[in-house]
């Protein structure tokens, strides 16, 4: 076995940058959300409740897709699943010319839910290669290292996006203001037909369906993955998870304008929150586990989460918006350190409790719409009192969900 070890590490190289392209697409493609949530409020002339359907239609997919996912990959193999999820994105992102055109919202939201279908696909594929090209116990720190792309692409996008929706004027201008998304969204199409080629024709190796199964002597005695309560608990971590990171990136531009800032300051809003998610994850490759462990990283996390929250209500103009953006920072333990939590000792039910975390990212369509319902009902500051209940949980999964055994 020892002669072979090195071999296998020198292959690895090719592999992982392919599943880094992945990932910087998926942050590219996800981003962009905080963007046009901004920008069709005003093009639309929506309440903020209607905004966030752009998160809804994009986020419920994951829910929807999680599992017959798993059931696609199984037929197609992942590398053919992988091409196919990025031209199922690809049907979604040229639909937005037809519905620029046609000034329709609902076709919008059609085609974000034909991008997260893709991108469920995508992700379900892609997240295995995370553990099985090299060594599990450096896992982590690869993830890390797929979620810096991740996020350099969502500060790219918010660049791009930013500068072309939102620069300029604040009022709404209807379908003249749409034509914006027409040339940027048929090059993200064409560059999204070129990556399933590659993909299609690349050397990526087959994922078996053994490699990801972990051992356990723990998973023989249960008949249910419902009787692991660690993973039912780590779901719902990932629920709020998701949720609270989309209201804190994507709807902060949002916010901005609604307490005054104009579109050309608004629009770097999402960055400070990105960049905020990236110190994190630099930070963690450095620190974790050397330095603190990563349920340590997330206790604290959390802790400086609610903090931040409080101070957000509190303050007002840019101190309020910056507590908001520091959040990335606090949150960007959670997704790193909850899926080894959740999928610790499920051996057999491993792959069945992915799906279920997978599906916990329905978070991101839920919580912003009762998140914009408040905004409308209440104040855009005072609805992101929601956050502390979700902060709240994700530091009682930290110090004390994660080691239950039972119910």
């Known amino acids: 076995m020892t002669p072979t070890a090195p071999a296998k590490t020198q ?5 992982l940058l392919i599943i880094g392209a992945l990932f910087f697409v998926f942050g590219f493609v996800t981003w962009v959300n905080s963007v046009l949530i901004a920008f069709f409020k005003q093009a639309f002339s929506l309440t903020s409740f209607q905004s966030t359907l752009v998160a809804f239609a994009f986020f419920i997919s994951y829910t929807l897709m999680a599992i017959p996912s798993s059931a696609l990959l199984r037929r197609t193999g992942f590398k053919n699943g992988m091409s ?8 979604g992102t040229i639909i937005f010319v037809p519905a620029a055109r046609s000034v329709s919202y609902p076709l919008f939201l059609v085609g974000l839910f034909i991008i997260g279908i ?9 997240n295995p290669y995370a553990t099985i090209l090299g060594p599990r116990e450096s896992a982590a720190q690869r993830i890390s290292f797929l979620g810096i792309a991740n996020k350099l692409a969502g500060i790219l996008s918010q660049v791009v996006f ?6 300029g004027a604040n009022e709404a201008v209807g379908a003249v203001s ?3 998304v027409v040339t940027p969204y048929m090059i993200l199409t064409g560059v999204l037909v070129v990556l399933a080629g590659l993909i299609r024709f690349s050397n990526l190796p087959e994922v078996s369906e053994e490699q990801d199964d972990v051992p356990s002597d723990t998973s023989s005695i249960h008949s249910s993955v419902w009787q692991f309560p660690n993973l039912v608990l780590g779901v719902l971590a990932l629920f709020c998870y998701v949720g ?3 209201i804190t990136g994507d709807l902060i531009i949002s916010y901005g304008r609604a307490i005054g800032f104009s579109n050309d ?3 770097h809003f999402t960055t400070y929150t990105l960049i905020g998610l990236l110190a994190g994850y630099v930070l963690g490759i450095i620190a974790i586990p050397r330095f603190i462990s990563q349920q340590s990283a997330l206790r604290y996390g959390m802790i400086l989460a609610l903090i931040l929250t409080v101070g957000a209500l509190v303050t007002n103009g840019f101190a309020s918006v910056l507590c908001i953006a520091l959040m990335g920072f606090a949150i960007s333990p959670v997704w790193p350190a909850v899926w080894p939590l959740a999928l610790n000792r499920l051996g057999k039910f491993t792959k069945l409790g992915s799906a279920l975390l997978i599906m916990g990212i329905s978070g991101g369509a839920l ?5 914009g319902y408040l905004t409308d009902a209440i104040s855009p500051k005072m609805a992101y009192a929601l956050l502390l209940p979700l902060f709240g949980y994700i530091l009682y999964y930290a110090v004390s969900g994660h080691k239950k055994t039972s119910w």
């Open 84 to 91: 196919l999820g990025l031209l199922t994105m690809a049907i």
């Open 178 to 180: 749409l034509e914006k």
């Open 265 to 267: 300051e608004a629009k």
């Open 367 to 371: 919580l912003p719409l009762l998140h």
């Open 162 to 167: 930013g500068g072309l929706l939102l620069s």
């Open 244 to 246: 609270a990171e989309v």
């Open 11 to 15: 292959n690895y190289t090719g592999p």
């Open 118 to 126: 893709g991108l469920t696909v995508l992700q379900t594929a892609s």
